[in-house]
C-alpha cells in the first residue's frame, strides 16, 4: 500500500510540474508516447491489483486465525540429558520437551511463541498464497516480531 501511495504521490506531482512549466497551446501526443503511458498504467494497475489481494490474504489470516492465542513455549533437555520417554516396547528414552514458559521468563532467548488456532485456519496459514505473504512480512518491516521471524 505504501508502493502505491508513492507512486500516485509522484504521479500526482509530475502532472502539477507538468502543467505549471508547460508551454501554453495545444501539443499533440505521438502514438509512441500514448504507448508507452498506456504500458505504464497497465503494470501500475496490475501492480495495485497484486497488493491489494495480498493485502486482503494477509488481513484474512492474521485478524481470523493468528489472533486465536498464543503460547510461550521453550526446549529444554537434549540426548544426554531431559525427559525419559517409555516406548510401545517398554523401552526408555531420553528425549527433549517443549515446555510453556513462566511470564518471568517469556522474555529470555530461545523462547518461541506457538499460535493456537483451528483446523480451518491451519489449511489457510499454509497455503502457498499465505505463506508468499507471510514471507514478504518476514523481509520487510516485521522483520523484529517474535512471532513472525522465530524458527526453531
Not at 501492480?47 to 503460547?71: W, Y
Not at 506457538?114 to 507471510?134: D, E, F, G, R, Y
Request: glycine share 6%; with cysteine.
Amino acid at each position: 500500500m505504501k508502493r502505491l501511495a508513492l507512486v500516485v504521490v509522484v504521479a500526482l506531482a509530475a502532472t502539477t510540474l507538468y502543467a505549471v512549466a508547460a508551454p501554453a497551446g495545444q501539443q499533440a501526443v505521438t502514438p509512441k508516447q500514448f504507448a508507452a503511458l498506456q504500458k505504464k498504467v497497465t503494470k501500475l494497475q496490475k501492480d495495485e491489483a497484486k497488493l491489494k489481494k495480498d493485502f486482503n490474504t494477509a488481513a484474512g489470516v492474521l485478524s481470523s486465525c493468528l489472533l486465536v492465542r498464543a503460547v510461550p513455549v521453550a526446549q529444554y533437555g537434549s540426548v544426554t540429558e531431559g525427559y525419559l520417554y517409555q516406548l510401545p516396547t517398554s523401552a526408555t528414552v531420553r528425549t527433549t520437551a517443549l515446555d510453556v514458559v513462566p511470564a518471568a521468563q517469556q522474555q529470555s532467548p530461545g523462547v518461541a511463541w506457538l499460535i493456537t488456532t483451528t483446523p480451518q485456519c491451519a489449511t489457510a496459514i499454509n497455503q502457498a498464497a499465505s505463506l508468499k505473504v507471510l514471507a514478504g512480512l518476514r523481509s520487510s518491516s516485521f522483520a523484529g516480531s517474535a512471532v513472525l521471524s522465530k524458527g526453531r
